[in-house]
T-cell receptor, first 114, second 110 residues
Framework: ETGVTQTPRHLVMGMTNKKSLKCEQH?????MYWYKQSAKKPLELMFV???????ENNSVPSRFSPECPNSSHLFLHLHTLQPEDSALYLC?????????????FGPGTRLTVT | GQQVMQIPQYQHVQEGEDFTTYCNSS?????IQWYKQRPGGHPVFLIQ?????EVKKQKRLTFQFGEAKKNSSLHITATQTTDVGTYFC??????????FGDGTTLTVKP
């Protein structure tokens, strides 16, 4: 499946580093999402962009900063992370039509904060 | 607090046995979706239910949406080792916001 791609697939970073996660969808969808998946919380919605505008921000710490330059690309900028931020970060997209919110997920970025 | 609860958290079955996972919401849902995540993989969309009392089937999988649109279930008949993974429900509460349950992880002993 190559509809939603994420890079990098694995990332190890120190707490003082700055890095970015990238997501690209090739499905012509108009909404994109960032999720955090960890043993503590299986699927935790972080941000939602619909038509390139942020419509959801679930009390995510400011050390996570999303960016959606166009409907096909989504970034998650990371800075001064904590070890508890280590998790799988999943990107998803959907075509928000009347009553249809089927989401397509990317393979995820496995993030380790040391 | 969490608005979509899923039970059980884990289920271990012998191959050939049936399996059911349940999803319950404290509020009425516009629709409900089911996803499967294989070990080491990412969630993959299975199905969406919209109508009250709706029942849909995909081979050995049967999905139901409650009459009050507050609960749903996924039933697998005669499990196979290829069914292993975590099954998530996601309830659409309105305004485009889907809330995922915590998932049920199924293991199948051959």
């Amino acid at each position: 499946e190559t509809g939603v791609t994420q890079t990098p697939r694995h990332l190890v970073m120190g707490m003082t580093n700055k890095k970015s996660l990238k997501c690209e969808q090739h499905l012509g969808h108009n909404a994109m999402y960032w999720y955090k998946q960890s043993a503590k919380k299986p699927l935790e919605l972080m941000f939602v962009y619909s038509l390139e505008e942020r419509v959801e921000n679930n009390s995510v710490p400011s050390r996570f900063s999303p960016e959606c330059p166009n409907s096909s690309h989504l970034f998650l900028h990371l800075h001064t992370l904590q070890p508890e931020d280590s998790a799988l970060y999943l990107c998803a997209s959907s075509q928000v039509l009347a009553g249809n919110y089927e989401q397509y997920f990317g393979p995820g970025t496995r993030l380790t904060v040391t | 607090g969490q608005q979509v609860m899923q039970i059980p958290q884990y289920q271990h079955v012998q191959e050939g046995e049936d399996f059911t996972t349940y999803c319950n919401s404290s509020t009425t849902l516009s629709n409900i979706q089911w996803y499967k995540q294989r070990p080491g993989g990412h969630p993959v969309f299975l199905i969406q239910l919209v109508k009250s009392g709706e029942v849909k089937k995909q081979k050995r999988l049967t999905f139901q949406f409650g009459e009050a649109k507050k609960n749903s279930s996924l039933h697998i008949t005669a499990t196979q080792t290829t069914d292993v993974g975590t099954y998530f429900c996601a309830g659409l509460l309105g305004a485009g916001k889907s809330t995922f349950g915590d998932g049920t992880t199924l293991t199948v002993k051959p």
